[in-house]
Nanobody
Framework: QVRMVQSGGGSVQAGGSLRLSCAVS????????VSWYRQAQGKQRELVASISSDGTTNYVDSVKDRFTISRDNVRWTVALQMNDLKPEDTAVYYC?????????WGQGTQVTVSS
């Protein structure tokens, strides 16, 4: 069974930084892309960043040059370093992995940025 356990997040003032981490088990981590999504209150869940099995990264335009996604293929973790946070980054953040067995999500982590 694939499990994705998140840690990190919290509250910060605008301009601050936070780091999210996602620990993966039950899947061959090295073979799969992992993504971070977020869902703000009253809005649809959106893709924030993804990292492929070979380390290629992609970001939504609104977080480019502020967020960095990375993976550790030894510890089977994916991190999202978030710098220069803005109030509009406030949301619940989820890590995600998709494979032939399904679509798997972390438990969600609240990130709150105050102005």
């Amino acid at each position: 069974q694939v499990r994705m356990v998140q840690s990190g997040g919290g509250s910060v003032q605008a301009g601050g930084s936070l780091r999210l981490s996602c620990a993966v088990s039950g899947a061959n981590f090295r073979l799969h892309a992992v993504s971070w999504y977020r869902q703000a209150q009253g809005k649809q869940r959106e893709l924030v960043a993804s990292i492929s099995s070979d380390g290629t990264t992609n970001y939504v335009d609104s977080v480019k040059d502020r967020f960095t996604i990375s993976r550790d293929n030894v510890r089977w973790t994916v991190a999202l370093q978030m710098n220069d946070l803005k109030p509009e980054d406030t949301a619940v953040y989820y890590c995600n992995l998709q494979n032939s067995r399904g679509n798997f999500w972390g438990q969600g982590t609240q990130v709150t940025v105050s102005s």
